[in-house]
Each structure stands twice: as structure tokens, then as C-alpha cells.
């Protein structure tokens, strides 16, 4: 086993400390457990940041607001949604509210009862949030209305998506609902059998060209008919193994990304795949451990690995490109494009761009001593951010000189091959 293979597998402590945790909880109890890896305490220290000035691009805070009190501590997936002229978020003690997103004033806001944990996700004149209760809402985008609210079996840690004519939800018992847009009733549900012990964490559902797209906790893609919720095709990306359960966790919590007619995604413990959407075909499959997520174009695939390293290949067969290693244990999200730039955010509020040809650490901001909540949102050249004491904030990086910051560039290297 290669260096970068044995490092890529090796998890950190504290999870490990936490599963026996849940291992000893689930023996008292029998039920399913949950390994809470967002927010909890790494004793491995975060990188410290090199000086970054001058900067190659020069990153500022377009504005910055306050979306009640975030997170409430929790490892939620609260993120935020642009559409139009307006962005839209919520927090766990029940706010939602749009902003302009050009000055981030408010358009409107709404206070409810509802622990929000999921979403949103805005279609049109709708936008949808699902709850720690297990709650999935509809309201009006344009003044925070409601228009239905369903009640599902467990909580939402899944953006809540609309796909055609359904909301689509995956739950964190790894069930999938399709529900009605007209009034939230249920039009199929569709549940896997979970491991006794899982991440707490779901992956989001994406629109494929016929049907749904969703990973599971056990190690699974599957693909559904969005009519009846039955699968078109299932496939294994990462096999659970090992002797505990522990060893055998393979969750995929990452979101599914489509370019053209592959779909990318990876898995904690497991692999990085590439599928081929008309026939579930695993086309190139690569050792890489993964939770935040990752980010794809047609030019390439950007990965943030479970120690927090950066890593680009190539989509056509996985091939490593370059890896950047100056920001690990700093809790990163998954990578968003801007331009010719990656943006991740990270524990401590800063918010890094990173150039997409060669891995270099190019600008940074902070925007508050919080840490970032979810994966950055790009609309053009502005990138929205969520942090977890309720900050929005919208970004924007532009060229500034061409001197590289403290750290440079990494050396490129391959990602692992698949036997």
C-alpha cells in the first residue's frame, strides 16, 4: 500500500472515539446509531494559515447578515439558495428569510416553531425546507407563506429538492420520499436497510435525465423511477468491510454531482466513482475517502478528502492531477467553482479560493470566527456562504497581482489506483 493510500484511509481519532461511543449505546439499546463527525473535536490541530499577502486574487465581502442564531451547535445542512435577484436561508430555531442579494437587505422573514435542518431549495415562486422533526414545508418565495407542511418518519438532513413534478427527500433513515408539489401527499417512499452504524448525514438527491439520483448509507447509488420511486438501477461504489462495524461504515453523504451523462460521488471509508447514468456502469473507481463533497465541470473534479486535503483528477478516468495539503484538519466544505477558482470555506470562518490548474492557495477572507456550515453556493462571480452562528455572507474574488502566496504551488500527485 502506497503512502498517500495509507493516509487517505486512515481515519482521524475522534471519530473512532465517537462510534464506540454509539457502539456501546447501541448494545444497551438496539437502536440505530449515529456518528456525528460536523461539529465534533478533533485533537489533531488545524494547519495554521501561511501570510497570504499579496494575493493573487484579492477576495472581499460584498455583505454580511445574520440568519437568527445558525446551527444552534448542531451538524445540520442548512445552505443557501439563489435564484433571480433574492437569496434565501434559514436557521434551526425556525427563521427563513429572503435578501436582496445584491446588498443582502431584507425582503421578507418569517419566525417559526420549526427546527429547520435541511435546505432550502427554491423553484419559481416555491421553496422548500425540510426539519429535525421530520418535517418537509412549502412556502411561497415571494413573502414566506405556507403552503402545505407533511410530516415524514425521520428527520431531514438532505437538502429537500425539487425534481420535476415532486419534492424529493431522503431522510436520514435512508428512506427517499417523492411528494406531490400541489399538497405534499405522498406519491411513493422508497427505504433502505441502514448499518447499524452510519454518519449522521445524508446525501442530497439529484435530477437525472429520467429519474432520481441518491447515495446511501450502505455504500449504494441508486437511481429511481421518479413515477413509482423503484429503482432503475442500483450500484455499489464502496463495499462495507472490515471485521466491526465500525471498519465497515462506506456512507455516502456526499451529494451527487451530474456532468453530461456521468454522475461523480464518494464515499466515507471508500471510493471516489464515476457512473454512467443510462446503465449504472462504474466506469473508473478510485481509493479515496470522502465526506464534505466535491465539485465537477467538465474540465475536472475537485475533491475534499476526509482529512481535508484537496485533491483534482481527471473525470475522463480519475487520474490524480494535484493535491493541496496547507489546509488540513481546518473542518473544510466541498469545493464550489467560480471561475477558474475553487472556494472552500473552513472551522474558522476564513473562506479560501484555490486556483483550479494547479492547486495554489490564491486569496482568502474572513468573514467571522465561525466556523462555515455548508458547501458555498456560486451564482456568476458571487459566491454565498452559510456559517454556523447564522452569518450569510456573499463574496466575490477579483485579480489583483500576480505574486503566488506563502505555500505556493503543490507538487502534483496521483490519486491511488484501483486494483
Keep these: 500500500m502506497d503512502a498517500f493510500r495509507a493516509a487517505s484511509l486512515k481515519r482521524p481519532a475522534w471519530p473512532i472515539a465517537l462510534a464506540l461511543c454509539a457502539a456501546l449505546l447501541l448494545q444497551g439499546c438496539g437502536s440505530l446509531g449515529w456518528i456525528g463527525l460536523g461539529r465534533a473535536k478533533d485533537p489533531s490541530p488545524p494547519a495554521e494559515l501561511a501570510k497570504a499577502s499579496p494575493q493573487e486574487v484579492s477576495v472581499r465581502t460584498l455583505w454580511s447578515t445574520r440568519i437568527g442564531k445558525g446551527n444552534d451547535g448542531r451538524a445540520l445542512n442548512l445552505r443557501p439558495a439563489v435564484t433571480g435577484n433574492r437569496v434565501y436561508a434559514a436557521d434551526a430555531s425556525g427563521r427563513i428569510a429572503a435578501l436582496d442579494r445584491t446588498d443582502g437587505r431584507r425582503l421578507w422573514e418569517r419566525k417559526t416553531d420549526i427546527p429547520f435542518s435541511g435546505g432550502p431549495d427554491v423553484r419559481d415562486d416555491q421553496l422548500v425546507v425540510g426539519s429535525s422533526d421530520g418535517e418537509v414545508l412549502l412556502l411561497s418565495a415571494r413573502d ?26 431522503h431522510t436520514i433513515d435512508d428512506t427517499v420520499y417523492g411528494l406531490e408539489i400541489s399538497d405534499g401527499s405522498e406519491r411513493w417512499r422508497y427505504g433502505y436497510q441502514a448499518p447499524i ?64 451523462n456521468q454522475v461523480y460521488v464518494a464515499s466515507y471509508n471508500g471510493d471516489l466513482a464515476a457512473i454512467d447514468i443510462a446503465s449504472g456502469t462504474v466506469l473508473w473507481r478510485r481509493e ?8 465537477a465541470d467538465e474540465a475536472g473534479l475537485y ?76 451564482s456568476g462571480n458571487t459566491v454565498y456562504l452559510q456559517f454556523d452562528n447564522g452569518t450569510l455572507a456573499a463574496l466575490r474574488g477579483t485579480r489583483g497581482t500576480r505574486t503566488a502566496p506563502a505555500g505556493g504551488a503543490p507538487e502534483p500527485q496521483p490519486l491511488p489506483q484501483q486494483d
Design 197 to 260: 452504524l452510519t454518519l449522521r448525514g445524508s446525501s442530497s438527491p439529484a435530477a437525472g435525465p429520467d429519474g432520481i439520483i441518491v447515495g446511501v448509507s450502505n455504500g449504494r447509488l441508486v437511481y429511481l423511477d421518479p413515477e413509482q420511486g423503484a429503482p432503475i438501477w442500483e450500484v455499489i461504489v464502496s463495499a462495507p468491510s472490515g471485521r466491526s462495524e465500525l471498519e465497515r461504515i462506506a456512507d455516502i453523504d456526499t451529494d451527487p454531482v451530474i456532468v453530461g
Design 144 to 169: 414566506g407563506s405556507q403552503r402545505w407542511r407533511a410530516q415524514l418518519d425521520s428527520e431531514v438532513l438532505s437538502v429537500p429538492r425539487f425534481i420535476g413534478d415532486l419534492v424529493v427527500v
Design 303 to 378: 475533491i475534499t478528502d476526509s482529512h481535508d486535503n484537496l485533491w483534482a483528477a481527471s473525470p475522463t478516468d480519475g487520474a490524480g492531477r494535484w493535491k493541496q495539503d496547507a489546509l488540513l484538519n481546518r473542518n473544510l466544505t466541498a469545493p464550489a467553482l467560480v471561475g477558474d477558482a475553487l472556494v472552500v470555506g473552513d472551522l474558522e470562518g476564513y473562506v479560501h479560493w484555490i486556483s483550479r490548474r494547479d492547486g495554489r492557495l490564491i486569496g482568502r477572507e474572513r468573514v467571522t470566527k465561525a466556523a462555515a456550515a455548508s458547501t458555498p453556493v456560486v
Design 288 to 295: 479515496l475517502s470522502a465526506h464534505a463533497g466535491l465539485a
